[in-house]
C-alpha cells in the first residue's frame, strides 16, 4: 500500500526568504517520488523527481527536495522566495502500479 | 516540447446532459489519463488507458466512461451529469507502462459546472 501526506495546506512566506514544503510517504515498494507545480488555471509542471539515484534531487526555478529513507520524507526546499512561486504543490509517490497525489499545499509569497 | 491539449477549458452544463471531455497529445505516448480535482483531495484517478482500445478503472470511475479509438486521443464521457460532477479535469499522458509511471505530461484542464 502506498500513501502520501503534505502535511502543510498552506503555507505563507515573504519574498526572499527560504521555502520549505513537507512530505511524508508510505510505500511498500522502492517508490519514485516527485513534486508538481500548479499555477492558477493550468495544469500540473513537474519540478523534480527521485528515482533511486542521488538522494538530493535539484529541480527548475532552484526548487530541490531531499529523499530521507528513514524519516520516509521528501521536503521541498527552495533558498528564496519569488513572487512566481506562488501556486500549488502536489507531492507525488509511485510504485507498486499505483501513483498517489498528495493533497496539495498552497504557497503564498507576501512582497 | 510534449504538449497534451484539452479542447475545452470551461464548460458549464445542466443536470442530465452528456459531456464530452476531449484530450490530445502529440507524444506518442502509450498511456493515458483522467484525474479530476478537488479542493483538499488532490488528484484523483477517474480512468486510464494504456494501449488504443484498451482502459482500466482508476480510483472513482463511477458515473463516467472513457474512449480511445486513436493513440492520441482519450475522451471521458459523463453520461448524465450530475451537480457533484463539478470539478476540475485534468487529462495526462506518459511513457512508461503500467501505473509506475515516470513523467506525467498535463493538460490545461477542463473546468466543468453542473446547474
Not at chain 1, 527536495?65 to 507525488?92: G, N, Q
Not at chain 2, 491539449?5 to 452528456?18: A, H, W
Amino acid at each position: 500500500a502506498q500513501s502520501v501526506t503534505q502535511l502543510d495546506s498552506h503555507v505563507s512566506v515573504s519574498e526572499g526568504t527560504p521555502v520549505l514544503l513537507r512530505c511524508n510517504y508510505s510505500s511498500s515498494y522502492s517508490p519514485s517520488l516527485f513534486w508538481y507545480v500548479q499555477h492558477p488555471n493550468k495544469g500540473l509542471q513537474l519540478l523534480l523527481k527521485y528515482t533511486s539515484a542521488a538522494t538530493l534531487v535539484k529541480g527548475i526555478n532552484g526548487f530541490e527536495a531531499e529523499f530521507k529513507k528513514s524519516e520516509t520524507s521528501f521536503h521541498l526546499t527552495k533558498p528564496s522566495a519569488h513572487m512566481s512561486d506562488a501556486a500549488e504543490y502536489f507531492c507525488v509517490v509511485s510504485g507498486g502500479f499505483k501513483t498517489i497525489f498528495g493533497a496539495g499545499t498552497r504557497l503564498f509569497v507576501k512582497a | 516540447d510534449v504538449k497534451v491539449t484539452q479542447s475545452s477549458r470551461y464548460l458549464v452544463k445542466r443536470t442530465g446532459e452528456k459531456v464530452f471531455l476531449e484530450c490530445v497529445q502529440d507524444m506518442d505516448h502509450e498511456n493515458m489519463f483522467w484525474y479530476r480535482q478537488d479542493p483538499g483531495l488532490g488528484l484523483r484517478l477517474i480512468y486510464f488507458s494504456y494501449d488504443v482500445k484498451m482502459k482500466e478503472k482508476g480510483d472513482i470511475p463511477e458515473g463516467y466512461s472513457v474512449s480511445r479509438e486513436k493513440k492520441e486521443r482519450f475522451s471521458l464521457i459523463l453520461e448524465s451529469a450530475s451537480t457533484n460532477q463539478t470539478s476540475m479535469y485534468l487529462c495526462a499522458s506518459s511513457l512508461i507502462s503500467g501505473l509506475n509511471t515516470g513523467e506525467l505530461f498535463f493538460g490545461e484542464g477542463s473546468r466543468l459546472t453542473v446547474l
